[in-house]
Structures are given as C-alpha cells and as structure tokens.
C-alpha cells in the first residue's frame, strides 16, 4: 500500500502528500485515520502535479490535513486495442480405465470474449467464449497432476454499489466484454485457418436496482438524452477484493423486473470509452 496524510480535501477529491506517484485510475483508496476515517473509493483521476487524486463517489465526510490514507495494493485490468496477444490451451483426455498415454488436443492463437454474473449473496462467475487453430490431436504422456490456487472467491455481499453518485441496492450485475472474435484465413495451414483476433468491441451490461420514483432515477429520459452516467462496485476483503469502475455508461433500455414480488427496473447499458470503459482492480 501506498500511505500517507493528505494536506486538503473537497467532496470529490483528495490531495496526498507531496512524495504520492504513481496513482492509477482505478486504485482504490481507504482513509486510515483522522477526519473521515473508514470510507473507501475508487480513484476516478490523478494530477500528479498538484497530488490531487479525485475520486467516485463523493465522500460522505470531506478529508483534510488531518487524514491518513492507504492506496491498496492492486491489479488493474483495462481493454486495450493494440498489441493484442493470443492464448494457447491444452487440453487432456485422460482414457478410461487409466491409461499409460492420454490424448492431447491443443488450441493455438486463441482470442475470446468473457461475460461476467454477479449476483448478490452468490459467487461471481465468468463465461469464456472464443476461437483459435485447432492442431490435430496426439497421444503423449499425462501431464503431472495440477496445482490448484489457494485463494478462494467471496461471496458479493458486505459490498458498495454506486450509480449516478447514489448508493444503490440490487439483484444481479451482468458484465459482458462484447468482443467480436473472428479468424483469418491460411490455406497453409492444415485446417485453413490463421490465428484469432479481436476485431471490435461494445461493452454492455444489466443491473436491476428496485423500482424508484423519477424524480430519484428517470432512466427514460437519460435514454432519450443521451446521459451518461457512472457505476461502481466493490466487495471482499483486501488481500482478496474486487473492484468494477465504469467511467460513463448509457441506458439502452428499461425493462420490469419481478424478484420474489419485489417490483425492481432492470436496466441495461452500454459502456463509452474505446479502452477506458472498463476498470478491473484487484486489491
């Protein structure tokens, strides 16, 4: 983590101490001690300059001098559009009863899309779809038996959600990264094809707060204006914790919703921003 005591704060920003570099959009930030202590945010812009890191949403209790921060620890995962590289997968079919050999079929310059479901009180998931080279399939040796990680996922609860600046309660949050997979042709190659690659990208998703009086929520009329709006969630404990940041999103639709008898508005939406709609931290 990076630490220190902020020498200012506004509602929507806080300026670190004059030796702070390296801020990303995307860290997070915990006020340790002294006015504010106990809030957490994501850092929405960085001035490196004037060391004033603004942040999303605004703080409950505006810090000053007298606050400690902590800047956690993290990963960051962004889109990008340029350089983009390919996976290779293998994959074994052990026989059965066990066998001394197994067959291996291998997947090379393989590209995909990932779509993501959380929902509350539940585990979060991710969906891969894709394609690549497919290589004829081989009898090889069994591979040694795998190494699994220890980290365990956490359940999405004991978490913050914000839109539009409002701290806001739903059922699920749908993620999908929208990448268009397509692959080349090679007639050099044993089944025609060159590797895969990502051609274009629209970032989409769902959320599904309950149903709010217009004057609090008017997702029709920020639809019809073309409003962007911005969300974030978090949840977990750091060391394990996962943060989503989506600078500007737009409403594509409003839809009724019904769960368990609660009448809730689901809302879909689409994400602006060629490699800046999506921020992924771990920390």
Same mark, same amino acid.
């Given at each position: 983590? /990076? $630490? *220190?005591?902020?020498?200012? &704060?506004?509602?929507?920003? #806080? =300026?670190?101490?004059?030796?702070? %570099?390296? !801020?990303?959009?995307?860290?997070?930030?915990? /006020? $340790? *001690?002294?006015?504010?202590? &106990?809030?957490?945010?994501? #850092? =929405?812009?960085?001035?490196?300059? %004037?060391? !004033?890191?603004?942040?999303?949403?605004?703080?409950?209790?505006?810090?000053?001098?007298?606050?400690?921060?902590?800047?956690?620890?993290?990963?960051?995962?962004?889109?990008?559009?340029?350089?983009?590289?390919?996976?290779?997968?293998?994959?074994?079919?052990?026989?059965?009863?066990?066998?001394?050999?197994?067959?291996?079929?291998?997947?090379?310059?393989?590209?995909?899309?990932?779509?993501?479901?959380?929902?509350?009180?539940?585990?979060?998931?991710?969906?891969?779809?894709?394609?690549?080279?497919?290589?004829?399939?081989?009898?090889?040796?069994?591979?040694?038996?795998?190494?699994?990680?220890?980290?365990?996922?956490?359940?999405?609860?004991?978490?913050?959600?914000?839109?539009?600046?409002?701290?806001?309660?739903?059922?699920?949050?749908?993620?999908?990264?929208?990448?268009?997979?397509?692959?080349?042709?090679?007639?050099?190659?044993?089944?025609?094809?060159?590797?895969?690659?990502?051609?274009?990208?629209?970032?989409?998703?769902?959320?599904?707060?309950?149903?709010?009086?217009?004057?609090?929520?008017?997702?029709?009329?920020?639809?019809?204006?073309?409003?962007?709006?911005?969300?974030?969630?978090?949840?977990?404990?750091?060391?394990?914790?996962?943060?989503?940041?989506?600078?500007?999103?737009?409403?594509?639709?409003?839809?009724?919703?019904?769960?368990?008898?609660?009448?809730?508005?689901?809302?879909?939406?689409?994400?602006?921003?060629?490699?800046?709609?999506?921020?992924?931290?771990?920390?």
């Amino acid at each position: 983590d /990076l $630490t *220190g005591t902020a020498t200012a &704060g506004t509602a929507s920003s #806080i =300026t670190l101490a004059g030796g702070a %570099t390296g !801020i990303n959009i995307g860290d997070i930030i915990t /006020l $340790t *001690g002294g006015t504010g202590v &106990g809030q957490t945010r994501v #850092i =929405t812009a960085w001035d490196n300059g %004037t060391k !004033i890191a603004t942040i999303y949403s605004n703080w409950a209790v505006t810090p000053n001098g007298t606050t400690t921060y902590a800047v956690k620890a993290s990963a960051i995962y962004t889109p990008i559009s340029a350089s983009l590289v390919t996976d290779t997968i293998y994959d074994y079919l052990h026989a059965t009863p066990a066998a001394v050999n197994s067959k291996l079929r291998k997947i090379l310059g393989w590209a995909g899309n990932a779509s993501f479901t959380l929902p509350v009180s539940g585990v979060g998931q991710i969906a891969f779809t894709g394609q690549g080279k497919f290589v004829t399939p081989t009898d090889v040796s069994p591979p040694a038996a795998p190494t699994y990680q220890s980290q365990r996922p956490v359940a999405f609860v004991g978490a913050d959600v914000w839109l539009n600046n409002v701290a806001t309660k739903l059922g699920t949050i749908t993620l999908d990264m929208g990448n268009s997979v397509q692959i080349a042709p090679d007639p050099a190659d044993t089944f025609g094809v060159a590797v895969a690659g990502i051609t274009r990208r629209r970032t989409t998703g769902r959320i599904n707060p309950p149903v709010a009086l217009t004057s609090v929520r008017d997702v029709v009329v920020d639809f019809l204006a073309g409003t962007q709006r911005k969300l974030w969630w978090r949840y977990g404990i750091p060391g394990g914790a996962v943060s989503v940041y989506l600078p500007t999103i737009g409403y594509t639709g409003s839809e009724d919703e019904d769960l368990s008898g609660f009448a809730m508005e689901g809302i879909p939406f689409a994400a602006q921003g060629e490699n800046s709609g999506l921020y992924l931290t771990v920390y």
